[in-house]
């Protein structure tokens, strides 16, 4: 019984090196995520046009309100649209925009969880009160935002996301100082954000 209840020693060694490995992956992993191409655009495009006509079924009888889902992803496809024509000729530039990607990565994102909700909800989607229609409701205001932040983001379709200035001083110094002229924040705002919250720890 001794015997067993000895502590075993922890393997440190294995634990550092296989995080090292994941931490490599992981990087590696976070640097093609949000890579795109014309391939990915016309994805999206696929499953934007999914989530409309799953939308346009008799049955859903929905509202033509905002955030009216049948006017947001058809506004957004055609802004879309807009973008493209305009990088048509340096189509690398469009693909190496950060901002560019992360949007695309996160419409497919957000088309894929409407498609769920409908394969998942089946006949209570039609019941304007099921959880169902509700969560498409919610995803309904998250387009509606995506397509205003593409809107401001690349107006008459060229991106201007680097000429946006915050007019506050302080502000501006504290995005200025971690994130330069990014439009996103990034590796900094993990360190930032925990910073920031020492005291909620305590």
């Not at 340096?90 to 560019?100: I, K, P």
């Not at 099921?130 to 107006?155: C, G």
């Not at 920031?196 to 305590?202: A, K, L, P, Y």
Request: net charge positive; glycine share 4%; charged share 25%.
């Amino acid at each position: 019984m001794a015997a067993t209840n000895r502590a075993r020693p922890q393997p440190r060694a294995n634990i550092s090196f296989f995080s090292k490995i994941q931490g490599k992956i992981s990087d590696a992993c976070a640097q093609q995520k949000f890579l795109t191409d014309k391939k990915t655009l016309e994805k999206t495009w696929k499953l934007m046009d999914k989530v409309v006509k799953l939308c346009q079924q008799s049955k859903m009888n929905l509202k033509n309100s905002p955030p009216f889902i049948l006017d947001i992803l058809p506004d957004t496809y055609q802004r879309l649209h807009l973008i493209y024509s305009k990088y048509e000729d340096q189509m690398h530039l469009l693909h190496s925009n950060e901002h560019y990607n992360i949007f695309i990565n996160n419409l497919m994102r957000k088309c894929k969880q409407a498609i769920k909700l409908f394969k998942e909800g089946k006949e209570k989607m039609f019941d304007e009160n099921s959880h169902y229609r509700r969560n498409l409701t919610k995803l309904s205001l998250v387009f509606s935002h995506m397509l205003s932040e593409l809107k401001a983001i690349f107006p008459n379709g060229l991106f201007a996301g680097d000429q946006f200035r915050i007019t506050k001083a302080d502000a501006a110094e504290f995005w200025k100082t971690r994130f330069g002229n990014s439009t996103i924040p990034k590796e900094g705002w993990e360190k930032t954000r925990n910073s920031g919250t020492g005291s909620s720890d305590q």
